[in-house]
């Protein structure tokens, strides 16, 4: 769902390219209801981001956002993703599970 319906306008794999917001540190990921105002409502409009209530569901909405935010843990802080596969929020993964730290991140 991300790639078709966000990864034109917010970058491939979560990553802007700098013209549009980079999802992976918008604070809108921390809320579901915040997430959902700006994704489902239309709350950021007037800024150009539509509201893709007639798109999406309410569960491909919070699977974006759990997607997006597998993305910005997967990242190592210097703008440059860890080895991130396309697949990273999948059939049997969990995207609430802590990701594992290299041995000099512990």
């Known amino acids: 769902n991300y790639s078709r ?40 409009a007037s800024n ?16 974006i956002r759990a997607y997006v935010v597998t993305q910005a843990h997967l990242n190592r802080g210097d703008g440059e993703p860890n080895e991130i596969q396309e697949e990273a929020v999948g059939p049997g993964m969990d995207p609430d599970a802590e990701p594992e730290l290299e041995a000099d991140e512990q």
Do not use: K, Q
């Open 48 to 63: 150009g981001m539509v509201a893709f209530n007639d798109v999406l569901t309410p569960e491909d909405s919070e699977a």
């Open 5 to 44: 319906n966000c990864g034109v306008c917010h970058g491939l794999l979560g990553i802007s390219s700098g013209v549009l917001p980079d999802l992976r540190w918008s604070t809108y990921t921390a809320s579901a209801d915040a997430w959902n105002n700006v994704v489902m409502n239309g709350a950021l």
